[in-house]
Every structure is written in C-alpha cells, then in structure tokens.
C-alpha cells in the first residue's frame, strides 16, 4: 500500500509541476445561427420560406460544418493573424513558401453544433486571449462571407448560362409560330379541330342515312321479287294492295254470282254469258293491277338501289376528306403545342434571366452571427484540478493493476490460504524475516571430556530474553508435538525443496526450544554436503557424522554438548566425505532406531529434497518431515514437487514452515509487529526490574 500510495504520490505532484508550468491557453467561441426557412432571394421561387425535414437539416449543418473548416474560410483569416506561425506549424523557413499552395488546416479551430440546435460554434484557443475572440469572429465572417460568393458566382454563372440558350430559343420560337401560321394558311381555317367537329357530325349523319337506304333497298328488293314471282299476297303488300284487295273481293263475287248462274240457267243462257263476261273483265282488272304493282315495285327498288350508291358515294368521300382534315389537324396541334412551348419558355427563361440578376445582389440573412466571440477571462488549458483528478484516477488504476499483475504472476508461496488451497496441505508455524543474521546465532560452550554439568546457581546463566523469532520458533514446537495424537514423534527430519530455505537454522533453533523443556533432545546435521549447525551454535566441526557412517568410530564418540542446554546434544556434520554422503540413507536408518531410545526428540537437517537423493531415503525412516520454505521467494512448482515425492515415499508430512515472513507478504502476519513492541516493553520491565 505505501508503494502505490507513493507512486500515486509523486505523479499527483509531477502533474502539477508540469500543469502549473505549461502556458495557459484561452478560448473563445462565436456562435453562428442557420435559418433554414429564410428565403434564398426576393423574387421568384427562391423568395419562398424553406421548410426542411430533419435529416435534410442534419446533413446541411454537417456541410456547414465541414465547410467552416475548409481552406477557401481560414485561409484569408490565417494569412491575416498568421496563425501558422503561432501554431508552429512552419519548421523551416522554406515551408512558407509550399504552404502557400497546400491546404491550411488550423489545429486550434474547432467547429461543434450543439444537440437539437440550429447553432454553429466557432471556437479557437490561443495563449492570446484577444487573438483567440478575433480569430473566431473573423473565420464566423469569413465564412458568411464565402457563402455570399458562392451564391454570387453561382447566380452569374447561370445569367451567362441562360443569356447564351436564350438566343437560341428565341429563334427556335420563331420558326414553330411560322409553321404553325403556313398551316393555318393551308387548311383555310384559323381553327382546324371545328371543322373536324363539322366533318365528324356531317360522316356521323351520312352513315346514318346510308345505314337507312340499305335497308329500305333490301326491302324494296325482296318485295319486288315476291311481286315479280306472280304471288298475289305479294302484291298486296305493295302500293296497290287496297285495290288488288277490292278486285280480288269483287271477283269473288262474280265468281260466286257466275257459279249460280251456270247452275240455275246453264251455260247457253244470256245470264250465264254475261256473269261469264263480267267474271272476265274482273279477271283482266285483276292481272292489269297486279303488272302495275309490279312495276310500281321495280321502280321503287331501283330507286332504293341508286340512293344507296348515292349515299356511299357521299360516305367515302366525306371520310376521306374527314380522314385528310384529321390527320393535317395532328400535325396542327404538334406544331401548336411546340410553338407555344417555345413560347412559355422563352417568356420563363427571360423571367429567369430577371430573376436571378435581382436575386444576385441580395444578401439573404439565412446565416448570422447570434453572438460574437469575446476574449476569455480564465484559461481552458491545463485545468489543475482536472489534470490531478486524472492523474489521481489512473495512477491509481495503474499502481493497483501493477500491483494485482504483480501478484498473479508471484508464483512464490505467501500465504497459508494460498498453500491450503494449491498445494492441499497447511502451515503448521511461520518465521519472522530477521534483518541481522547474527541475532539467530545460538553460541554454545562445550563440556570438555569428562565434565559433567554441575548446577550452580551463582553460575546459571540468566534467562535469555524472548525474540519475536524465538517465540514463532516455540510455536512450531507446540504444533508438531501437542497435536501428534496417533503416536509419539521420536525421529523428526528437516528439509526443504530447494537449498538457502533456512531449514538448519529452524531446526536448529526448533532443538534448542525442545530442549529448553528439559527434554533429551539431539540435533543431527545430515547435510554433508554443506553443513551448517558447527555455524550456527559457533562449534568446530571436529569428528561427526561422517565418520559414523564410515565406521571409524560409534555415533555416541561425536555426541557434542553445550554447557548452556545440558538437554541438548548434537552430531556435527563432520569432514566431508563422498562415501559417507553416498550411504547417509542405508546406515543412518538402523542408528536412527537406537538414537530414538535414548532421546525424547531426535531432529534431523536433512539436504534439500529435489537434486539429492539422501534426503528422500531418510524422510522413509523418520517419524514425520517438515518442509521449510522462504515466504516470497520459494517456487509453489518446487514444494509441489517436493510434496508429490514425499507422497509417493509415504513419508509423514507434517506441514510447511513459512521462513522469513513479512507484513507485507500477507494480511495474517500483522501480529509479528505488535509481538515486536510487545518484547520491547518486556525487556524494558525486565531491564528495570534488574536494576
């Protein structure tokens, strides 16, 4: 926590150095408002108030926008004020020169619209605050400015446009009015579609009749037919009919009158010739009547039959002239219809030219300044307080990430919770981290051959004062042998994964705590490759294990004994010897057994277990093993491995033994420093007690 607190720290004050030591640099803004509905021009259509829809209006503003940026708008106000220069945007001398040619962009110009506005602000910072409200208020004029000359040039590129078809419309007009007039001249009318209109009812009335003749010639025909086959009911159909129907009944008669003479008077009788006769003359009247009938028919057939003629006649010529008169009033209306349009676009061409000549001089107010930009009075650049709450925010962020990277890539054994969770096991004691080395020295006297530890009061040295490490040292002791419930640990082996763990210093000091309950306690270095208790109590090496091992002489002959524990006895180590190290596992098993009888406790400080195989051979003959690992340094893959050997071998782990342990390893290790003062206050009363 100090770390990221001094890391926050010094770039909380490194971000007000540098804020409080850049040049301040102010802003001012002219606003601009866009009037969509105000009208383009005072006459024509262009006089007409707009009425934009919403995305038309979003994407004008965006073409505002881009266009108030644009070259042609800050170029005249950045060759005025120089801003290139004041933007040190010109390294050389020479660039004033291309820069004439390239576009200018000014990096202090920003142009934003606020949300659902027709507003346009024009903001440029500068270290000048006038210059800055000058600047923005010139490029808001300049770019009205450039917008009146855009539509100047515009509308006198569209006069020259239209003055040139002019010409040529006009002369087109002229000619569909002259072959418009030719026509009219040939058809003999001013209106050819009236004519047409006669022509139409005229062939309408004649189909009419013509239909009319046609039939009354098919009827005249077939009674002419009937009458000329010689059928009397025929003929009565004809004019005659009344008075072939008279004859017809007075022959009647006659014959009747004729049958009765001839019956009663005979055929010489007078009467009987004279009804013959009349019968006759009747007969004659009758065939006389029917010829004429006939006649009468032929003549009225005939008749029928020339009109129909007479009438089709008429019908084809009308339609034809119906047909001419039609198709010349086709070609009328086209020339008509062109002349005219001719006509309306030359009249709205010239409306037009008009137009757009009043309109050019009109400088329409869709675009003004709302509110002009003034000089600033605070500074926007650098912001104290928001630079430190930025700095503040993610230094934060990255002492806290760094130090969270930190730990997931610490692969080190820290905490007890970590080792129960990864390596399936637990912590049965920690060490304190001791600053001086020395202090963990234990300095013993030795008895000399054949001196027996006589207790003299006057000569019992004094208690030795309590250290924080020596306490977590007794602590240890408890836990190995208060909680061995199953059976009774004799034989207790010390190792680590790997080498510099402290593993023969803690089993050294775990032998003095045992011994100091006035128990038989023996301390043996196995390490013969780099043996460390003669170090650590401060004895020669001498005669010890080695030479055990080698058969030179009996394992009681290199007991050594410190005249400051009398319930302590330690095997060095001894000379160093290749053999001896080669069979450490094989011979120290048997002696093992016979050391567990005599002593309460027998502590081995075995060699690291992961490179050495001795130490493997004597964790299967020991009565339990406790691994000694560095807080922050020991690899969790190494006393993994370690422990998966020591599993395979079916070895009593006891647990692990933190070594070197710091507040800062693990919140659980606060306590080390309250023991610390607590010591301190102890040997103060101690002290005074004494004196």
Same mark, same amino acid.
């Given at each position: 926590?100090?770390?990221?607190?001094?890391?926050?720290?010094?770039?909380?004050?490194?971000?007000?150095?540098?804020?409080?030591?850049?040049?301040?640099?102010?802003?001012?803004?002219?606003?601009?408002?866009?009037?969509?509905?105000?009208? !383009?021009?005072?006459?024509?259509?262009?006089?007409?108030?707009?009425?934009?829809?919403?995305?038309?209006?979003?994407?004008?503003?965006?073409?505002?926008?881009?266009?108030?940026?644009?070259?042609?708008?800050?170029?005249?106000?950045?060759?005025?004020?120089?801003?290139?220069?004041?933007?040190?945007?010109?390294? !050389?001398?020479?660039?004033?020169?291309?820069?004439?040619?390239?576009? $200018?962009?000014?990096?202090?110009?920003?142009?934003?619209?606020?949300?659902?506005?027709?507003?346009?602000?024009?903001?440029?910072?500068?270290?000048?605050?006038?210059?800055?409200?000058? +600047?923005?208020?010139?490029?808001?004029?300049?770019?009205?400015?450039?917008?009146?000359?855009?539509?100047?040039?515009?509308?006198?590129?569209?006069?020259?446009?239209?003055?040139?078809?002019?010409?040529?419309?006009?002369?087109?007009?002229?000619?569909?009015?002259?072959?418009?007039?030719?026509?009219?001249?040939?058809?003999?009318?001013?209106?050819?579609?009236?004519?047409?209109?006669?022509?139409?009812?005229?062939?309408?009335?004649?189909?009419?009749?013509?239909?009319?003749?046609?039939?009354?010639?098919?009827?005249?025909?077939?009674?002419?037919?009937?009458?000329?086959?010689?059928?009397?009911?025929?003929?009565? +159909?004809?004019?005659?009919?009344?008075?072939?129907?008279?004859?017809?009944?007075?022959?009647?008669?006659?014959?009747?009158?004729?049958?009765?003479?001839?019956?009663?008077?005979?055929?010489?009788?007078?009467?009987?010739?004279?009804?013959?006769?009349?019968?006759?003359?009747?007969?004659?009247?009758?065939?006389?009547?029917?010829?004429?009938?006939?006649?009468?028919?032929?003549?009225?057939?005939?008749?029928?039959?020339?009109?129909?003629?007479?009438?089709?006649?008429?019908?084809?010529?009308?339609?034809?002239?119906?047909?001419?008169?039609?198709?010349?009033?086709?070609?009328?209306?086209?020339?008509?219809?062109?002349?005219?349009?001719?006509?309306?676009?030359?009249?709205?061409?010239?409306?037009?030219?008009?137009?757009?000549? $009043?309109?050019?001089?009109?400088?329409?107010?869709?675009?003004?300044?709302?509110?002009?930009?003034?000089?600033?009075?605070?500074?926007?650049?650098? !912001?104290?307080?928001?630079?430190?709450?930025?700095?503040?925010?993610?230094?934060?962020?990255?002492?806290?990430?760094?130090?969270?990277?930190?730990?997931?890539?610490?692969?080190?054994?820290?905490?007890?919770?970590?080792?129960?969770?990864?390596?399936?096991?637990?912590?049965?004691?920690?060490?304190?981290?001791?600053?001086?080395?020395?202090?963990?020295?234990?300095?013993?006297?030795?008895?000399?051959?054949?001196?027996?530890?006589?207790?003299?009061?006057?000569?019992?040295?004094?208690?030795?004062?309590?250290?924080?490490?020596?306490?977590?040292?007794?602590?240890?002791?408890?836990?190995?042998?208060?909680?061995?419930?199953?059976?009774?640990?004799?034989?207790?082996?010390?190792?680590?994964?790997?080498?510099?763990?402290?593993?023969?210093?803690?089993?050294?000091?775990?032998?003095?705590?045992?011994?100091?309950?006035?128990?038989?306690?023996?301390?043996?270095?196995?390490?013969?490759?780099?043996?460390?208790?003669?170090?650590?109590?401060?004895?020669?090496?001498?005669?010890?294990?080695?030479?055990?091992?080698?058969?030179?002489?009996?394992?009681?002959?290199?007991?050594?004994?410190?005249?400051?524990?009398?319930?302590?006895? $330690?095997?060095?180590?001894?000379?160093?010897?290749?053999?001896?190290?080669?069979?450490?596992?094989?011979?120290?098993?048997?002696?093992?057994?016979?050391?567990?009888?005599?002593?309460?406790?027998?502590?081995?400080?075995?060699?690291?277990?992961?490179?050495?195989?001795?130490?493997?051979?004597?964790?299967?003959?020991?009565?339990?093993?406790?691994?000694?690992?560095?807080?922050?340094?020991?690899?969790?893959?190494?006393?993994?491995?370690?422990?998966?050997?020591?599993?395979?071998?079916?070895?009593?782990?006891?647990?692990? +033994?933190?070594?070197?342990?710091?507040?800062?390893?693990?919140?659980?290790?606060?306590?080390?420093?309250?023991?610390?003062?607590?010591?301190?206050?102890?040997?103060?009363?101690?002290?005074?007690?004494?004196?």
């Amino acid at each position: 926590m100090w770390k990221i607190g001094a890391f926050i720290l010094v770039v909380l004050i490194a971000t007000a150095v540098i804020s409080l030591r850049l040049t301040p640099v102010y802003e001012s803004t002219a606003t601009l408002y866009v009037d969509r509905q105000e009208a !383009k021009g005072i006459v024509g259509q262009e006089s007409q108030a707009n009425v934009p829809s919403a995305l038309d209006a979003e994407s004008f503003l965006a073409s505002q926008i881009r266009l108030l940026q644009s070259d042609s708008v800050v170029r005249p106000v950045a060759q005025r004020f120089r801003l290139l220069e004041s933007e040190q945007q010109l390294a !050389k001398e020479g660039d004033q020169a291309r820069a004439q040619d390239a576009p $200018i962009v000014l990096r202090n110009l920003k142009v934003a619209r606020p949300p659902n506005t027709y507003l346009l602000q024009v903001s440029y910072r500068s270290p000048d605050p006038q210059l800055a409200a000058d +600047v923005a208020n010139q490029v808001a004029q300049s770019y009205i400015e450039h917008t009146y000359n855009i539509r100047i040039r515009s509308s006198q590129s569209l006069s020259r446009f239209m003055e040139r078809q002019i010409e040529e419309l006009r002369v087109k007009m002229e000619d569909s009015s002259g072959r418009l007039a030719q026509m009219e001249r040939e058809l003999n009318v001013i209106n050819p579609e009236e004519k047409t209109n006669i022509l139409s009812a005229r062939l309408l009335q004649l189909n009419t009749e013509y239909t009319r003749a046609q039939a009354e010639r098919v009827a005249a025909e077939a009674g002419y037919e009937q009458t000329r086959s010689g059928s009397l009911e025929s003929a009565q +159909v004809s004019g005659q009919g009344e008075a072939i129907r008279r004859l017809l009944e007075r022959q009647n008669e006659a014959a009747e009158r004729f049958a009765e003479v001839k019956a009663h008077f005979g055929v010489n009788h007078p009467e009987f010739r004279k009804a013959q006769a009349q019968l006759r003359e009747i007969q004659s009247q009758v065939d006389a009547t029917r010829d004429n009938a006939i006649r009468r028919m032929q003549v009225e057939y005939e008749q029928a039959q020339a009109r129909e003629k007479m009438l089709e006649r008429s019908v084809n010529e009308t339609k034809a002239e119906y047909d001419t008169l039609n198709f010349r009033s086709f070609e009328y209306q086209r020339a008509k219809r062109e002349a005219e349009a001719d006509k309306n676009l030359y009249d709205e061409l010239v409306r037009k030219i008009r137009e757009a000549g $009043i309109n050019a001089g009109f400088q329409n107010n869709m675009v003004r300044i709302a509110d002009a930009a003034r000089p600033a009075w605070k500074p926007v650049f650098p !912001k104290l307080t928001l630079n430190l709450l930025l700095a503040f925010l993610f230094s934060s962020l990255l002492a806290v990430g760094a130090a969270i990277l930190v730990d997931t890539l610490d692969n080190t054994i820290r905490d007890p919770e970590q080792v129960s969770r990864t390596l399936k096991t637990h912590i049965i004691g920690t060490l304190p981290s001791v600053k001086n080395t020395r202090e963990l020295m234990l300095p013993a006297k030795l008895l000399t051959a054949g001196e027996t530890h006589v207790e003299d009061p006057s000569a019992r040295p004094k208690d030795r004062q309590f250290s924080t490490y020596e306490e977590a040292v007794r602590t240890i002791r408890s836990s190995v042998l208060l909680t061995d419930f199953d059976r009774r640990l004799r034989t207790l082996l010390m190792t680590s994964a790997t080498a510099s763990e402290g593993k023969s210093t803690t089993a050294g000091h775990l032998a003095f705590a045992h011994a100091e309950q006035r128990k038989r306690t023996l301390l043996i270095d196995c390490d013969l490759r780099r043996p460390s208790q003669h170090k650590l109590f401060g004895i020669p090496l001498g005669a010890g294990l080695s030479n055990v091992l080698n058969g030179e002489t009996g394992w009681r002959d290199v007991l050594v004994r410190p005249a400051n524990n009398e319930y302590l006895e $330690i095997i060095t180590a001894g000379p160093p010897s290749r053999r001896a190290a080669d069979m450490i596992g094989q011979l120290l098993g048997p002696v093992m057994e016979e050391m567990a009888r005599g002593y309460d406790l027998v502590i081995l400080d075995a060699p690291p277990l992961l490179g050495f195989a001795e130490s493997l051979q004597m964790a299967s003959s020991a009565d339990g093993v406790i691994v000694v690992t560095r807080a922050g340094e020991t690899s969790r893959k190494a006393v993994a491995a370690a422990l998966t050997t020591l599993s395979h071998l079916r070895a009593n782990v006891l647990g692990l +033994v933190l070594n070197q342990v710091k507040k800062h390893h693990a919140d659980s290790y606060y306590y080390y420093g309250y023991y610390g003062k607590y010591y301190k206050r102890y040997q103060s009363a101690a002290q005074n007690a004494e004196g």
